[in-house]
């Protein structure tokens, strides 16, 4: 099958290789030193699926038609990404496997007659080396009704479908709500939830981002061990009680330190999808007339770390959480 990726950092290289060594014909998009990297190297796979050196097609925009394609840029590279492959695009079916609640909308917005898809990629995978990607903690892909996608992916790693895609996308963002602290401070994610003075502020982050989804009536779909339950009592627990939960979340981390997402960014010297994370949640929460204020805190100081390139000691990081 003709396969084409948006983008080939931590997921779409991940989703590029795998289905390169499942036989199918698959082309990338990729920009810089990673375009580079590909087109010299491959575009080379480790970790715990296994290891493999995928010789894909790479180019910064597609050369060809994909029967099906996956897009995987950071949420604020999606518009920008889609219309550059629009003619490319034209009827085929689109497959978003983003972080953040917008991506659907951001396809349907460059690409009104798109037949769109949502898709969530909760294995942990790291991309700090241009054209390679490492799997540190491997779990489900899940797709939003798409039998077709989820049969494809389904293929290649452990995939499921869930009719219940928005309550899947609020989960999937308060896990994400790990990622904040180890881009504000440099340290893995791992060393947050352990460390006494950072695993409050990660329980803070994580309690703002399930009252604000309770306040908008979502109904939390069970993602890695995240029921709707979990994320209730997270909401209401007294934040000493709640720090069980990122305790718990630390456990489908495995041992490998685990930068997150957003601080893999920051260490490529690229800008972070922060605005799409902790930022969703402080506008979600001003929609529906509350405050996340751990969140603002958040945002503001990757932002610094984004422009300075100095990291907060988690002393600095709670200080200005008290504030």
Same mark, same amino acid.
């Given at each position: 099958?003709? &396969?084409? @990726? ?13 289905? $390169? /060594?499942?036989?199918? !014909?698959?082309?990338?998009?990729? /920009? ?7 087109? !010299? ?35 604020? $590279? ?9 003619? %490319?695009?034209?009827? @085929? #079916?689109? @497959?978003?496997?983003?972080? =953040? ?6 396809? /349907?917005?460059?690409?009104? $007659?798109?037949?769109?898809? =949502? ?30 996608? +989820? $049969? ?16 899947? %996308? ?7 709500? &790990?990622? =904040? ?7 893995? @994610? ?59 979340? +630390? ?18 010297? %690229? #800008? ?11 506008? %979600? ?29 988690? +002393? ?8």
């Amino acid at each position: 099958m003709r &396969i084409g @990726v948006i983008g080939a950092g931590a997921i779409g290289g991940t989703v590029a290789a795998l289905l $390169d /060594r499942a036989g199918h !014909e698959v082309e990338v998009t990729a /920009r810089g030193a990673t375009l580079a990297a590909i087109r !010299e190297r491959g575009l080379r796979l480790d970790g715990k699926w296994g290891e493999h050196t995928a010789r894909v097609t790479a180019n910064e925009a597609f050369t060809s038609t994909p029967e099906i394609a996956f897009v995987t840029t950071k949420a604020q $590279d999606a518009a920008s990404a889609l219309a550059a492959n629009a003619t %490319q695009l034209a009827g @085929v #079916p689109i @497959v978003v496997v983003q972080n =953040g609640l917008e991506g659907l909308e951001t396809v /349907r917005s460059v690409l009104p $007659d798109a037949e769109a898809y =949502g898709a969530l990629a909760l294995y942990a995978a790291q991309n700090v080396e241009p054209g390679r990607v490492t799997i540190t903690a491997p779990a489900d892909t899940v797709v939003d009704r798409s039998r077709a996608a +989820a $049969d494809l992916l389904g293929g290649v790693m452990p995939t499921k479908v869930t009719d219940n895609f928005r309550g899947a %996308q609020w989960t999937k963002l308060v896990i994400n709500m &790990i990622n =904040g602290t180890p881009a504000a401070t440099g340290l893995s @994610v791992q060393q947050t939830i352990a460390d006494p003075v950072l695993r409050p502020i990660v329980t803070a982050l994580l309690r703002e981002a399930a009252r604000t989804g309770l306040a908008h009536g979502v109904r939390f779909d069970p993602l890695q061990g995240l029921t709707h339950a979990a994320v209730r009592f997270v909401a209401a627990a007294p934040l000493w009680a709640g720090q069980l939960v990122p305790l718990r979340m +630390a456990r489908h981390l495995g041992t490998v330190p685990n930068l997150g997402s957003t601080l893999q960014s920051i260490k490529r010297g %690229q #800008p972070t999808e922060i605005d799409y994370l902790n930022g969703a949640v402080v506008a %979600q929460a001003v929609a529906v007339g509350r405050r996340a204020p751990v969140n603002e805190v958040i945002v503001t100081a990757v932002h610094e770390v984004e422009r300075s390139g100095v990291f907060l000691t988690p +002393a600095e990081l709670a200080a200005r959480t008290r504030r």
